[in-house]
C-alpha cells in the first residue's frame, strides 16, 4: 500500500511560478510510475504529466508542455510538479498518483493510489 500527500498549492498571479510536490509513504517507491493530475470546479479531472519510476522517461500533456516540468527524487519518496508562466486556466485542484503501469497510470481515474489533492489558484 502507498499514501500519498501533496502539498505547495496556493495563490499566485499569472505568470508566476509555484512547486508542488507529493510525498509518498511505503515501500518500492522507484517501481512506480508517478502522476500529476488536475481538476477545476465543474470539469473533469484531465492529466497534466507522469514520470516513470527511476525519472527516464516524462510525459505532458500539450496545455502544460514548456511550462510543467515533473521529477522525482526517490531517496525521497517525493515527486515534484514545477509550474511556471501560470495561466488563469491552470487553476484546479492538483492530484498525484502512483500505479505500477505508466500506461495506466496516464488513463485519467486508472492510477491504483491518489493523494487527497492541492489547490491550486492563478488571478488574472
Known amino acids: 500500500q502507498v499514501q500519498l500527500v501533496e502539498s505547495g498549492g496556493g495563490l499566485v498571479q499569472a505568470g508566476g511560478s509555484l512547486r508542488l510536490s507529493c510525498a509518498a509513504s511505503?515501500?518500492?517507491?522507484?517501481?512506480?510510475?508517478m502522476g500529476w493530475f488536475r481538476q477545476a470546479p465543474g470539469k473533469e479531472r484531465e492529466f497534466v504529466a507522469d514520470?516513470?519510476?527511476?525519472?527516464?522517461?516524462?510525459y505532458y500533456a500539450d496545455s502544460v508542455k514548456g511550462r510543467f516540468t515533473i521529477s522525482r527524487d526517490n531517496a525521497k519518496n517525493t515527486v515534484y510538479l514545477q509550474m511556471n508562466s501560470l495561466k488563469a486556466e491552470d487553476t484546479a485542484v492538483y492530484y498525484c498518483a502512483a500505479d505500477k503501469s505508466m500506461q495506466r497510470l496516464r488513463q485519467v481515474g486508472h492510477g491504483d493510489y491518489w493523494g487527497q489533492g492541492t489547490q491550486v489558484t492563478v488571478s488574472s
Open positions: 514520470i516513470s519510476g527511476l525519472g527516464g522517461i516524462t
Open positions: 511505503g515501500r518500492a517507491f522507484s517501481t512506480y510510475a
